[in-house]
């Protein structure tokens, strides 16, 4: 069975850190395409930073360019989303999800629901001083 189960959120003051956390089961993450994507409330899901299978090329929205990093990890079949430097407009549900790399990172990452099938749980960052 397909799961991936986020970690990682809070709460955290402007400026600070958060590592988000995907782990894996029933499936590989260095064969799947992964990404993190997230929802604030009544806004679309978008996505944030996505890493593609085999050689892992990566994408970043321009608004997290320089302050996120997407990083897997294949022995503890984990990815993470390394958040630095975060600010309010960061406050939302962030979820990860996998795929198959049918095409470039960066379009599949536009597009969450039409190439990502399998989605975790979410969880919450709140960035509030």
């Known amino acids: 069975q397909l799961q991936l189960v986020e970690s990682g959120g809070g709460l955290v003051q402007p400026g600070g850190s958060l590592r988000l956390s995907c782990a894996a089961s029933?499936?590989?993450?260095?064969?799947?395409?992964i990404g993190w994507f997230r929802q604030a409330p009544g806004k679309e899901r978008e996505g944030v930073s996505c890493?593609?299978?085999?050689?892992?090329?990566?994408y970043y929205a321009d608004s997290v360019k320089g302050r996120f990093t997407i990083s897997r990890d294949n022995a503890k079949n984990t990815v993470y989303l390394q958040m630095n430097s975060l600010k309010p407009e960061d406050t939302a549900v962030y979820y990860c999800?996998?795929?198959?790399?049918?095409?470039?990172?960066?379009?599949?990452?536009?597009?969450?629901?039409?190439?990502?099938?399998?989605w975790g749980q979410g969880t919450q960052v709140t960035v509030s001083s």
């Open positions: 029933g499936f590989t993450v260095v064969n799947s395409a």
């Open positions: 890493i593609s299978s085999g050689d892992g090329s990566t």
């Open positions: 999800a996998a795929g198959a790399s049918i095409t470039a990172v960066q379009v599949m990452c536009k597009s969450p629901r039409a190439f990502y099938h399998y």
